[in-house]
């Protein structure tokens, strides 16, 4: 516990991320999309419903009161669409707001799983508790898979798992599936 709480600034959520990425590990590959990931790319759901991966803290909802970090949903409005990079490690950052807001800026895509260990939240913390691999689908869009961590094997997804999961009327929280057919593809765009 000292070593990932020299400072105590962020006891609780250091703690939480190392104590969270050694339950679970299933070291699978990291994938890499042909010629590289773009830089700052906004994830849009690929089945026509064309919800944009998102992070803000408008709704209660957004701020989970038992998990550090802030939950990420699909949102209906491009204006609202946040802005990601990944890693070479398979670390996925949220780098920028299409609207220009702060929230979550530098923070990493993971999982927050519930008292259920098969059900879990994607959030963005400060502290990374997951890594993802991409895998490419031959029409272009892409699926992320959680490949260490928490929820290991499992896809980030739009179909919730209760009412819940509904953020308000233009979006809902994104979860993880491991059944891939419920999960979302995404499109990449600058």
Known sequence: KG???????HRKLAFTAAHEAFNAACMAAVSQLPG?????SKLT???GAD????VHT????DRPKDQPGLRVHGHRLKARASHWTVEPNGLIRLTGHADGRLTGLGWFLSVALSSDRLQG???VRE??????????????????R??????????????????EDERDENSAYATVRFEKERSTAWHTSS
């Open 127 to 144: 502290a990374p508790s997951n890594l993802w691999a991409i895998e490419l689908m031959p029409q272009g869009s892409i699926f992320l």
């Open 146 to 163: 959680v490949s260490w961590g928490p929820a290991c094997g499992a896809y980030i997804s739009l179909f919730g798992f209760s009412a």
């Open 121 to 123: 939240h994607v959030v």
């Open 36 to 40: 590289g990931w773009p830089a700052a």
């Open 3 to 9: 070593l990932v709480s020299l400072d105590r600034g």
């Open 45 to 47: 759901e690929a089945n």
């Open 58 to 61: 408008w709704n209660s909802g």
């Open 51 to 54: 919800h944009v991966l998102s």
